[in-house]
């Protein structure tokens, strides 16, 4: 691999250029960073991409809804992202189209494109039958969601009871200082300042992948380790050590 190539979410947190910083630092490939990928490249073709590609059910394979009033949908949120929120997309699907839109000469898998996206997105699982929301979608490009750093790691089980209660007893979601003070254990809430810092394992884990095939590492204090609850996450992305002692060696700055 001789290039990476980041794209910014800028209705995000993520801090694009320190993540690209921070790369640098670690791998010999040359690091850039490009505008959102999704308004560089958002053709009509691709809103209806997106159509197809939304979840209809977690336990339903099919995807998809190409109403017209669903494509419009899409349409504008290609345009202004903040719209876009409470569905998950198929991660394939959407890596697919995504890869017909890198330009020709950058497809190869000598430079490879890593868009942060500001959507959610999954894959299905064949052993049971359901979604699951990714972080990353590996391979070119690797696709890389912020809400799904929130969102794909299951948050403690507290989280979900405390979440119920006041749905129950208010009708609303608990603020989120409540959830911070009652629920035990590590997680990240929307919009996290931790976010950037998090994000750096998810994307190097894509650059991996590409140079050596190994999709993460078993370790679990290792930023390649792909945790799928939160506090796994804390402790992979944002605790010391940065890398195990196998990856140290290839990652050091
Ligand atoms: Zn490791």
């Known amino acids: 691999m001789e290039s990476v190539t980041l794209y910014r979410a800028p209705t995000t947190v993520t801090d694009a ?29 691709l809103a209806e991409t997106f159509a197809k590609a939304r979840v209809l059910s977690p336990y339903d394979r099919e995807t998809g ?17 903040e ?21 020709e000469s950058e497809r190869s898998l000598d430079h490879l494109h890593v868009p942060l996206l500001d959507r959610v997105v999954g894959t299905w699982g064949d052993h049971d039958g359901r979604w699951h929301k990714r972080v990353n979608v590996l391979g070119q490009p690797a696709i890389v ?14 989280y979900y009871k405390e ?6 007893l208010s009708g609303g979601a608990p603020p989120r200082e409540v959830l911070e003070n009652e629920v035990e254990g590590e997680f990240l809430v929307e919009d996290d ?3 950037t810092d998090a994000l750096k394992g998810y994307v190097l884990q894509a650059c ?20 799928h609850r939160q506090p796994g996450v804390v ?7 940065e890398f195990c002692p196998k990856h140290a060696e290839r990652y050091r700055p």
């Open 235 to 241: 402790a992979a992305q944002l605790r010391e050590p």
């Open 208 to 227: 991996h992948y590409l140079d050596t095939g190994e999709p993460f590492c078993d370790e679990e204090t290792c930023r390649l380790h792909n945790p």
């Open 17 to 45: 250029d320190a993540i690209a910083d921070w790369l640098d630092a670690r791998i010999e490939a040359t690091v850039s960073v490009r505008d959102r990928f999704l308004s560089l490249h958002g053709d009509p073709a």
């Open 65 to 81: 809804n190409t109403m017209l009033g669903i494509v419009r949908y899409e349409e504008r949120a290609l345009e202004s992202p």
């Open 193 to 195: 300042p931790r976010t």
């Open 163 to 168: 979440q119920q209660k006041h749905a129950l």
């Open 83 to 103: 719209r876009a929120g409470g569905v998950i997309y198929d991660g394939l699907a959407i890596q697919r189209a995504l890869h017909e839109r890198i330009p």
């Open 145 to 158: 969601s912020v809400p799904g750093l929130y969102e794909a790691p299951a948050k403690p089980e507290q």
